[in-house]
C-alpha cells in the first residue's frame, strides 16, 4: 500500500522559507517521478513542480521557477521543496504524490496518491 508523509509546513513570513519533506513508503522512490502540488479551496489543486526518475529532471508551475527547487535523496527515501521568497499566494495545503507516468512530470499532472498535505500559511 502507498502511503506519502509530507511534512515542513508552518506559519512563515512573506518573504520567508520553508523547506517541505516527503516520506513515501510501499514504493521504490528511484523507480518513480513524484511531484508536489497545492491546493486551496478557492483556487482548487495546482501542480507546483515534479522530478523525474530518470536523469532527475525537474520541472516547475510558472508560478514558483527560481523561487522553489524540488530534489530527492533515494537513499533515504525523500523528496524535498526548499521554497524561498513566499508570497501570501503561496498559502495552500501541499501535498506530495507519485505521478502515474513520468511523461506526465513535465506537465505536472497525473498524480496518482497523495497524503494528508502539510499546510502553508504565508502571513504577516
Known amino acids: 500500500q502507498v502511503q506519502l508523509v509530507e511534512s515542513g509546513g508552518g506559519l512563515v513570513q512573506p518573504g520567508g522559507s520553508l523547506r517541505l519533506s516527503c516520506a513515501p513508503s510501499?514504493?521504490?522512490?528511484?523507480?518513480?517521478?513524484i511531484a508536489w502540488f497545492r491546493q486551496t479551496p478557492e483556487k482548487g489543486r495546482e501542480g507546483v513542480s515534479c522530478?523525474?526518475?530518470?536523469?532527475?529532471?525537474?520541472y516547475y508551475a510558472d508560478s514558483v521557477k527560481g523561487r522553489f527547487t524540488i530534489s530527492r535523496d533515494n537513499a533515504k527515501n525523500l523528496v524535498y521543496l526548499p521554497m524561498n521568497s513566499l508570497s501570501p499566494e503561496a498559502t495552500a495545503t501541499y501535498y506530495c504524490?507519485?505521478?502515474?507516468?513520468?511523461?506526465?512530470?513535465?506537465?505536472?499532472?497525473?498524480?496518482?496518491?497523495w497524503g494528508q498535505g502539510t499546510q502553508v500559511p504565508v502571513s504577516s
Open positions: 510501499g514504493i521504490n522512490l528511484a523507480d518513480n517521478s
Open positions: 522530478i523525474s526518475e530518470n536523469r532527475d529532471s525537474t
Open positions: 504524490a507519485p505521478v502515474a507516468s513520468q511523461h506526465l512530470c513535465p506537465y505536472l499532472r497525473g498524480f496518482s496518491s
